[in-house]
């Protein structure tokens, strides 16, 4: 005799008394409409089937059996492999997106969270919720309007334990992120190449959010009293002197938490591009950047970035022929000696014009800039003059400097000397090896 095991839940077994009272007479047919809420007709149906079949007849015919309208277990078991062999320890989220982009899977996140944590597969990323100190800033209105910079120095590459420098902006009002660049340390050429990529895609942004770095601020914070009432300030540096001519303000802060959506997306990116490029065997600085604006920024764009309101649009677009080389160069001012050199960057180099040496007629401070392509250049009386470094030129030029003093010095103690008014009507000095001699021979 088969026996089957009937599991019922506490509304099952509600009607099931409800059945047994109107059954024995306990109650009527009006009385248990009104306690289950159902027709006549449905309980006269309920009451014959209860007769017929007893307990069995109250779940409902259809528990516990596969509607069809859910994924075959293939199909799951096919996601759970495929993660396990070639995306364990990645982020659910980042592999159900992967999904979505290579294997044309669309699920749900919450279907591939249940799925892996049913078959014991834990989160890798489970953050604790935690209480905000203060309040978020709001955004702003416009695309443009505010452009957060930064740099993280992370192990980008797997198996390489040295440390790289992740440049990168994100546009404040759209979390769009404007431009990355790769770089073996955080230099004033990697910010440089942020600005091209944001100008070529976006156009140029109003103003910058920074950290309180020397590239950004002079190290010299506060001006003495005296300084200020002569009138001195503070010299910008050459990253700002840059901003300033394309027509870009700089802001900076010593909070991170001031600038914190690029400080939130660098941990993103330490976890989606991280494993991005070691999946797709990626070890050198070029690939890097390559794989970044080709595949990775462009799909994190579309994924997470809001799109851009021409209307609340304030990048400036450019035209065809904007000379990025020459328009965003960083420039310095230095001063020109013996009217051909000049000292910049440690080194000393001479100033040349078609390739040949020439001379600028001045000895004052002229404007130094360092284009893109890392070549030096003077503008002086609206005319570029190239500049070549000398390895050997800070020794050549002591020695010429110390010899021109000594003749100079020479000249100016024979000068003055003989117009010495101790030195009028006196004949002219012997040695006294002369004046010796004549004293003894009568000479």
């Given at each position: 005799?088969?026996?089957?095991?009937?599991?019922?839940?506490?509304?099952?077994q509600?009607?099931?008394?409800?059945?047994?009272?109107?059954?024995?007479?306990?109650?009527?047919?009006?009385?248990?409409?009104?306690?289950?809420?159902?027709?006549?007709?449905?309980?006269?149906?309920?009451?014959?089937?209860?007769?017929?079949?007893?307990i069995?007849?109250?779940?409902?015919?259809?528990?516990?059996?596969p509607?069809?309208?859910?994924?075959?277990?293939?199909?799951?078991?096919?996601?759970?492999?495929?993660?396990?062999?070639?995306y364990?320890?990645?982020?659910?989220?980042?592999?159900?997106?992967t999904?979505?982009?290579?294997?044309?899977?669309?699920?749900?996140?919450?279907?591939?969270?249940?799925?892996?944590?049913?078959?014991?597969?834990?989160?890798?990323?489970?953050?604790?919720?935690?209480?905000?100190?203060?309040?978020?800033?709001?955004?702003?209105?416009?695309?443009?309007?505010?452009?957060?910079?930064?740099?993280?120095?992370?192990?980008?590459?797997?198996?390489?334990?040295?440390?790289?420098?992740?440049?990168?902006?994100?546009?404040?009002?759209?979390?769009?992120?404007t431009?990355?660049?790769?770089?073996?340390?955080?230099?004033?050429?990697?910010?440089?190449?942020?600005?091209?990529?944001?100008?070529?895609?976006?156009?140029?942004?109003?103003?910058?959010?920074?950290?309180?770095?020397?590239?950004?601020?002079?190290?010299?914070?506060?001006?003495?009293?005296?300084?200020?009432?002569?009138?001195?300030?503070?010299?910008?540096?050459?990253?700002?002197?840059?901003?300033?001519?394309?027509?870009?303000?700089?802001?900076?802060?010593i909070n991170?938490?001031?600038?914190?959506?690029?400080?939130?997306?660098w941990?993103?990116?330490?976890?989606?591009?991280?494993?991005?490029?070691?999946?797709?065997?990626?070890?050198?600085?070029?690939?890097?950047?390559?794989?970044?604006?080709?595949?990775?920024?462009?799909?994190?764009?579309?994924?997470?970035?809001?799109?851009?309101?021409?209307?609340?649009?304030?990048?400036?677009?450019?035209?065809?022929?904007?000379?990025?080389?020459?328009?965003?160069?960083?420039?310095?001012?230095?001063?020109?000696?013996?009217?051909?050199?000049?000292?910049?960057?440690n080194?000393?180099?001479?100033?040349?014009?078609?390739?040949?040496?020439?001379?600028?007629?001045?000895?004052?401070?002229?404007?130094?800039?360092?284009?893109?392509?890392?070549?030096?250049?003077?503008?002086?009386?609206?005319?570029?003059?190239?500049?070549?470094?000398?390895?050997?030129f800070k020794?050549?030029?002591?020695?010429?400097?110390?010899?021109t003093?000594?003749?100079?010095?020479?000249n100016?103690?024979?000068?003055?000397?003989?117009?010495?008014?101790?030195?009028?009507?006196?004949?002219?000095?012997?040695?006294?090896?002369?004046?010796?001699?004549?004293?003894?021979?009568?000479c």
């Amino acid at each position: 005799m088969n026996h089957e095991r009937i599991i019922l839940t506490m509304k099952d077994q509600r009607i099931n008394d409800i059945m047994v009272k109107l059954i024995s007479g306990e109650i009527k047919t009006c009385d248990a409409m009104r306690l289950t809420g159902l027709s006549e007709r449905q309980i006269y149906r309920k009451k014959k089937a209860y007769k017929e079949y007893g307990i069995s007849s109250i779940p409902h015919k259809s528990r516990n059996i596969p509607t069809g309208r859910g994924f075959s277990n293939d199909f799951k078991s096919y996601i759970i492999k495929l993660y396990q062999s070639e995306y364990d320890g990645w982020n659910f989220y980042h592999f159900n997106d992967t999904l979505e982009d290579y294997y044309d899977i669309h699920v749900s996140d919450s279907f591939i969270y249940n799925l892996l944590t049913s078959n014991g597969i834990q989160s890798p990323n489970q953050y604790k919720k935690r209480k905000t100190s203060h309040p978020p800033r709001e955004r702003k209105e416009n695309a443009g309007e505010l452009i957060q910079v930064d740099a993280s120095k992370h192990k980008w590459f797997y198996g390489d334990d040295n440390y790289y420098y992740l440049h990168g902006g994100i546009d404040d009002s759209t979390g769009t992120v404007t431009s990355c660049f790769f770089a073996d340390q955080e230099t004033i050429f990697g910010y440089q190449m942020i600005m091209k990529q944001t100008i070529m895609n976006y156009g140029i942004p109003e103003c910058l959010y920074t950290d309180y770095r020397t590239v950004f601020q002079s190290s010299k914070k506060n001006l003495t009293l005296e300084e200020e009432l002569n009138g001195k300030q503070i010299k910008n540096t050459r990253f700002a002197n840059m901003l300033e001519h394309i027509g870009t303000d700089i802001i900076s802060t010593i909070n991170p938490r001031a600038k914190g959506r690029i400080e939130r997306l660098w941990r993103t990116f330490q976890d989606r591009l991280y494993k991005e490029l070691k999946k797709k065997s990626i070890h050198t600085i070029e690939e890097a950047n390559q794989y970044l604006n080709d595949v990775f920024i462009p799909k994190y764009n579309a994924r997470f970035a809001l799109p851009i309101d021409n209307t609340k649009n304030h990048f400036i677009c450019l035209d065809n022929d904007f000379d990025y080389n020459k328009e965003l160069a960083v420039f310095s001012e230095h001063k020109v000696f013996h009217n051909s050199y000049l000292k910049y960057d440690n080194c000393y180099h001479v100033i040349l014009k078609n390739n040949e040496k020439c001379y600028l007629p001045t000895s004052d401070k002229v404007k130094v800039y360092t284009f893109l392509d890392n070549t030096n250049h003077i503008l002086f009386n609206n005319e570029w003059y190239d500049l070549k470094t000398i390895n050997d030129f800070k020794i050549e030029t002591k020695q010429v400097i110390t010899s021109t003093l000594q003749h100079e010095i020479n000249n100016s103690k024979e000068k003055h000397s003989n117009k010495s008014p101790w030195r009028k009507g006196l004949p002219p000095l012997v040695s006294h090896n002369s004046m010796y001699y004549a004293l003894h021979h009568g000479c």
